[in-house]
């Protein structure tokens, strides 16, 4: 008898597909306010030290990462993309003191993109029990 914990195949692409299109239009939203130079980014980014033309171009790589999550074969990459930036904006609320409260939303956009990035690895990544063939008993201690 199944687990009533564990999923169908099916119903977990379609969680995948929720969140990373959640996450795709949360990030093209934030990519796209950097462009446009809105006050609150630019605010950030001044309050950070952060050169006008790092934002637009942390603004561009949040849209592209974001409209990468969309396709299943680019999930996985465009996930640790934003995860990275994550990392990287926390780094830069937590040594500059600036918004830290931010670091909550930083935290679960990073555990959302983190789970996409492990339901999306690719096939050779994904880890597997060693098959132990008899011939291989010498090598168990």
Known sequence: MDSPLKKSRPEIRKRQTIVAGLLAVLFIGAGVSKIATLELPASLFRQFGLPHWMMVAIGAAEIILALMLIARSTRSHGALGLALMMI?????HVMT???LPMLFANAVLCFAAGWLIMENRPAVLRATTPSHSPGDQHHRA
């Open 88 to 92: 990287g904006a926390s780094l830069s």
């Open 97 to 99: 003191g600036v918004m």
